[in-house]
């Protein structure tokens, strides 16, 4: 069994910057492709980012393509997520995931742990 915990959400303004972390504790943590995903009231929850297990691959959803990115330190068990340039539509709770397959994975239906979330609230 695995556990995930974020960090780092908050309050910010509109063009501000958070980093969100998500440390991981349990069954192994280097091999499996980790991601990022965002549900807003109302909606489903959708897809931000992933990384590969060894971290040289990345991908991202076309929102957030160029404001947000995502890394992990596999030493520290540890993924992060970088946002910069805020939006408003960017609100939501932010929950990071483990996949149990290699490859780069955006669906919600290839994760199978899931973090508690953290919520992320962009100011006009």
């Known amino acids: 069994q695995v556990q995930l915990v974020e960090s780092g959400g908050g309050l910010v303004q509109a063009g501000g910057s958070l980093r969100l972390s998500c440390a991981a504790s349990?069954?192994?943590?280097?091999?499996?492709?980790m991601g990022w995903f965002r549900q807003a009231p109302g909606k489903e929850r959708e897809f931000v980012a992933a990384i590969s297990w060894s971290g040289t691959a990345t991908h991202y959803a076309d929102s957030v393509q160029g404001r947000f990115t995502i890394s992990r330190d596999n030493a520290k068990r540890t993924v992060y997520l970088q946002m910069n340039g805020l939006r408003p539509e960017d609100t939501a709770v932010y929950y990071c995931?483990?996949?149990?397959?290699?490859?780069?994975?955006?669906?919600?239906?290839?994760?199978?742990?899931w973090g508690q979330g953290t919520q992320v609230t962009v100011s006009s």
């Open positions: 349990g069954r192994t943590f280097s091999s499996n492709t």
């Open positions: 995931a483990m996949s149990p397959i290699a490859t780069m994975a955006a669906s919600v239906y290839d994760y199978d742990d």
